[in-house]
């Protein structure tokens, strides 16, 4: 399922108050997993791209992305990018939904759950024959108006692009970047799509169907797909924006 982004005015919502919901819902939605990683990853990226660094050149990437890719920054300007990409009360009502709606019960159940099996466990185990026709479609659907198979490859064509773009401004002699075709998009989605219904499965083992749905139904609202969407591109804008941070960074270092 590609997604298709809306375009939205800002809202009505005072700008302050606003921001501190986006930011509550940034918290809910635990972003600190996913940027948390992003400085280790683009360094070993940029050094698996390169190939040959000197010892001094490993450094100069080690601080620069160390300095550009601070929490903080990365977090206000994923919450800059939701509240310009917001109207109405689309904030508020996706922020209700995460204190209190059906996607906060699961949270708290998948918090509270102890698989009887690790992941790799599961994996190992698993027959598609032994479940039922409408789990499968239930877990499938909640993969889907998550949009799971685009969410990570979005994030890592980002990294990649990236990752082009600092050896390039260190040295100046970086190949260029070539994004994913079309044949190899619809491949990694279909891949990235299976793994995300594998582990939705192994997570919400202890969901029931009655509740998944009415989680389906909260991500499937206009308000539901407007947060999947600000959110993916909120955290690929500030990927790219700490990106452009450690480039000027590298460039001032060797210019």
Do not use: K
């Not at 997993?33 to 940029?46: D, F, P, Y």
């Not at 080690?62 to 800059?80: H, K, M, P, T, Y």
């Not at 996706?94 to 509270?112: D, F, K, P, Q, Y």
């Not at 582990?199 to 991500?219: D, K, M, P, Q």
């Amino acid at each position: 399922m590609a997604i298709t982004f809306f375009s939205f005015e800002v809202s009505a919502q005072p700008m302050a108050e606003q921001r501190g919901d986006i930011e509550e819902i940034l918290e809910l939605s635990q972003v600190e997993e996913i940027t948390s990683g992003m400085s280790q990853s683009l360094i070993a990226r940029v050094f698996s791209l390169a190939g040959d660094l000197s010892l001094d050149e490993e450094n100069q990437i080690r601080s620069a992305i160390s300095n550009g890719f601070i929490l903080e920054d990365l977090q206000s300007d994923i919450v800059d990018f939701m509240s310009i990409e917001s109207e109405g009360d689309l904030v508020r009502t996706v922020l209700e939904g995460l204190r209190s709606g059906a996607t906060s019960e699961i949270r708290r159940i998948t918090n509270a759950h102890t698989p009887r099996q690790s992941i790799e466990e599961y994996a190992a185990d698993f027959e598609l024959s032994m479940l039922s026709s409408e789990r499968l479609d239930l877990v499938s659907r909640w993969v889907a108006a998550q949009s799971a198979g685009d969410f990570y490859i979005i994030l890592n064509e980002a990294e990649r692009e990236i990752a082009y773009e600092l050896l390039r401004a260190l040295r100046g002699n970086a190949p260029d970047f070539i994004p994913l075709s079309r044949s190899e998009y619809e491949r990694e989605h279909e891949n990235q799509t299976a793994m995300a219904v594998l582990s939705v499965l192994y997570r919400f083992e202890a969901v029931s169907s009655e509740l998944l749905r009415e989680a389906i139904s909260e991500r499937e609202s206009e308000s539901g797909q407007w947060y999947i969407e600000s959110y993916t591109f909120g955290i690929s804008e500030a990927l790219w924006l700490a990106g452009q941070r450690v480039a000027r960074r590298l460039a001032g270092l060797v210019g």
